[in-house]
């Protein structure tokens, strides 16, 4: 069965730490994104990739930035977490082969509160 | 540019009602779209996708779609409501030449059922 991994389901972090929120999928996909999810606010994109070592900001990027050494390897880097940045983080995967109608695999999110 | 509307933010049915959520799509180009789960705490999970193939798209769990091209609609119906079926639902669309995939999300409907 194919599969997105985040590392964590629920994770309590102090205000000011440097936080990581990583995930692994093993479809050899090429495409990675992560997003916050907020009552009321949807899906927010923060960043995506389309390759390894390459990124682009996505609707909200402040206050974060990403990794992407590995194609199967996507981290999330919270450089000075915030209590605004308590979160639910949803990771997800797609591969670029094909015309579009393949969609996400989503992996089972990261619930991150920061105090 | 495509966009994505999800009438109704929260829909409450009791069980055994018809099932009803709306969504609305933007799009210059034929549409992929997309109809995903999110149960509490979870990640989003594939419930069915149009791919320009049948119009009536059948999902996992009895749900259904169809895609209305003259409404530019794609509303998920389930003809009885059950207790697990109270979820957040998501309806997302790409379109054919999309690089990468990328899928545009609408704002979500929380489904609620009452016995």
């Known amino acids: 069965d194919v599969k997105v991994t985040q590392s964590s389901r629920y994770l309590v972090k102090r205000t000011g730490e440097k936080v990581f929120l990583e995930c692994v999928q093993d479809m050899d996909h090429e495409n990675m994104f992560w997003y916050r999810q907020d009552p009321g606010l949807g899906l927010r994109l923060i960043y995506f990739s389309y390759d390894v070592k390459m990124k682009e900001k996505g609707d909200i990027p402040e206050g974060y930035s990403v990794s992407r050494e590995k194609k199967e390897r996507f981290s999330l880097i919270l450089e000075s977490a915030s209590t605004n940045q308590t979160s639910m983080y949803l990771c997800?995967?797609?591969?670029?082969?094909?015309?579009?109608?393949?969609?996400?695999?989503f992996g089972s999110g990261t619930r991150l509160t920061v105090v | 540019a495509q966009s994505v509307t999800q009438l109704g933010s929260h829909v409450s049915v009791s069980e055994g009602a018809l099932v009803l959520l709306r969504c609305n799509y933007s799009s210059s180009v034929p549409p992929y779209l997309f109809w995903y789960v999110q149960y509490p705490n979870q990640g989003l999970q594939l419930l069915l996708k149009y791919t320009s193939a049948a119009t009536l798209v059948k999902g996992i769990n009895g749900f259904e779609a169809e895609f209305k091209k003259s409404e530019t609609s794609f509303h998920l119906t389930k003809p009885s409501a059950h207790m697990s079926d109270a979820a957040e639902y998501f309806c997302a669309v790409s379109g054919p030449n999309n690089a990468g995939n990328m899928l545009t999300f609408g704002g979500g409907t929380r489904l609620m059922v009452k016995p």
């Open positions: 997800a995967s797609s591969s670029t082969t094909g015309t579009g109608g393949v969609g996400y695999t």
